[in-house]
């Protein structure tokens, strides 16, 4: 039923509404294609830490950021590469995972005790994605990208580490 869907939450979104008004009233981007100017797709982590279009110096319309907790290769990112390379100009992929990253912090088994601790739930039926070893990791999800057959074989895929401390990527061979 329609009456059952909760009414926006706008007293919640306050200062998100209020920012927008701003953003909206000097908005300046409507020229802008859903096409990746620079032809670059990044795949990055969900920390707030991160501005992927700063670090490589670039700007809206220029990239495609995929983000998600750890920067990790995953099903639905292979999707969106393969939407992405054939359909919105993306012809190379960087990969950049970051220093200090709370997936690279803990096992499994501990992340899911947090999330039971925090939330009283047990995840454990869901694939967290930790990473022991960040270069390791980042080399398996570099030859994940390059073996997914719908991708062009022309595609460029390279990984580097972001120093959140110091701003530098850190290009790992893979």
């Known amino acids: 039923m ?6 926006f939450p706008s007293d919640t979104f306050a200062d998100v509404l209020a920012a927008n008004e701003e953003f909206a009233a000097h908005f300046g981007s409507s020229d802008l294609t859903g096409t990746a100017r620079r032809g670059l797709a990044i795949i990055t982590c969900m920390d707030s830490r991160i501005d992927p279009l700063r670090i490589v110096g670039m ?12 920067a990790r290769v995953t099903d639905d990112v292979l999707r969106t590469l393969v939407l992405a390379t054939h359909l919105l100009g993306v012809n190379r992929v960087l990969v950049m995972p970051h220093t200090n ?5 803990a096992t499994e088994a501990e992340i899911h005790a947090a999330l039971r601790e925090a939330s009283g739930h047990d995840t454990r039926s869901l694939d967290i994605g930790v990473v022991t070893d960040q270069h390791e990791s980042l080399r398996l999800d570099l030859v994940r990208i390059r ?13 580097a580490i972001y120093d959140v401390h110091s701003g530098r990527l850190e290009p790992v061979a893979g």
Request: aromatic share 2%.
């Open 147 to 159: 073996a997914m057959p719908y991708l062009p074989d022309d595609l460029v895929v390279g990984g």
């Open 101 to 105: 990253c709370r997936m690279a912090s």
């Open 59 to 70: 700007s809206a319309g220029d990239v495609k950021i995929l983000r998600n907790a750890g």
């Open 2 to 7: 329609i009456s059952d869907i909760p009414d």
